[in-house]
């Protein structure tokens, strides 16, 4: 789970800016213009949130786009995986300047739909607009900026030698993926967005019962403002203070598993900074939702280390120093195929839970 920083401005502004009066989440806006908070204490339901919230705009358009795509791959037989990927913002205004946001960049969902796709899945990356992507993650703004793998002479513009042989590995498989129209890219960008994205998927996505995976990388906002109290306008600084009271947002695991796609194999990330509370915290999100595992992971140690807990106990991938610091192996390459044996036994073992159609 994952709370934020104050940021301001548009969604292009990916650093998070701390506003100097941000308060930690307790009481919707409160300022000269805004209306002050009812909230009771406690989630709503995941019901309760999208009978009182409007869906995005893009939503037909990305469930017509999500249809064709696993009509095609049902036919052609092959697995699907919906791995979600970056941060989510929570806006507090609706014509919105400012807003929540987090720290994810979207490497894990990006890295690890690339090892899905080579291993012959069908991937539809939902993800935050302008975090990271299969394999332009490799070439991005932050850190690599393609110019510095260029030069030019009098013939053109070509890539310098010593990058050629890495990026024409990365381009054989975009190209190939691209070929085959095994990658559908989703955008989201609030957690409103997320969440009514992810219902919609997983509603189409559930007619290929055990044969789809989900892959919940993404870092979804723990608060929100609820549409009914959320300030229309920009919030004036008059009062030199900034009080914000935010209700929790619905836990939408529950009817995933339960009611949305009942038969899929699904895995969740648990995100924690403090090392003393991950096994726990992973362990009561497996119970509480009755998913298949939940990936426990630190903030700081993510890209080396995670935790697989499922019903039968726990398993930990670990890279050496020597892995990442020196043959930077990305540790997606180790965690993607532990799942996918598992899908397989997952898909195998249905016919013993009565649920193989
Ligand atoms: C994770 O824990 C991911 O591994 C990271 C990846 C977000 C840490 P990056 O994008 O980071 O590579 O920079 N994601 C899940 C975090 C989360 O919000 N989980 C929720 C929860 O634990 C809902 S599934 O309640």
């Given at each position: 789970p994952v709370n934020g920083a104050l940021a301001t401005h548009?969604?292009?502004?990916r650093e998070p800016v701390l506003h100097p009066a941000s308060a930690p989440a307790a009481a919707a806006i409160s300022g000269a213009s805004t209306p002050a908070s009812t909230s009771s204490p406690g989630p709503v339901s995941a019901e309760a949130y999208f009978a009182s919230h409007v869906a995005p705009k893009s939503l037909p358009e990305n469930a017509e786009k999500i249809r064709a795509f696993v009509d095609r791959h049902m036919h052609e037989g092959r697995r699907v995986v919906l791995v979600t990927s970056g941060g989510t913002t929570v806006p507090l205004e609706t014509l919105t300047v400012r807003f929540i946001d987090n720290f994810s960049a979207g490497t894990r969902g990006a890295t690890s739909a690339e090892y899905f796709l080579e291993q012959g899945y069908a991937v539809i990356?939902?993800?935050?607009?302008?975090s990271l992507q299969p394999y332009s993650r490799h070439y991005s703004h932050t850190k690599n900026c393609f110019l510095e793998f260029m030069e030019a002479d009098e013939d053109g513009i070509h890539v310098m030698p010593t990058y050629v042989e890495k990026m024409r590995s990365i381009l054989g498989k975009y190209r190939e993926t691209q070929k085959a129209g095994t990658l559908l890219s989703l955008e989201f960008v609030t957690v409103h967005d997320y969440l009514f994205l992810l219902r919609e998927a997983a509603q189409i996505i559930s007619k290929m019962d055990v044969h789809a995976m989900y892959y919940l990388a993404a870092a979804v906002s723990d608060f929100f403002i609820p549409a009914d109290k959320m300030a229309e306008h920009k919030i004036q600084s008059g009062d030199g203070l900034l009080n914000l009271s935010m209700d929790q947002v619905p836990k939408i695991l529950k009817p995933l598993v339960n009611d949305w796609t009942p038969k899929a194999f699904i895995i969740s990330f648990k995100l924690e900074t403090d090392e003393a509370l991950l096994p726990m915290k992973s362990r009561q999100a497996l119970k509480r939702y009755g998913h298949q595992i939940v990936i426990g992971n630190l903030l700081t140690t993510r890209k080396r280390v995670v935790h697989l807990i499922d019903m039968e106990g726990e398993s930990e991938i670990r890279l050496t120093a020597e892995e990442d610091e020196?043959?930077?192996?990305?540790?997606e390459s180790r965690i993607v195929p532990e799942l996918i044996q598992r899908h397989s036994e997952w898909i195998e073992a249905c016919g013993k839970r009565g649920e193989c159609g």
């Open positions: 548009h969604h292009l502004n990356f939902m993800h935050r607009q302008f020196v043959q930077h192996i990305e540790i």
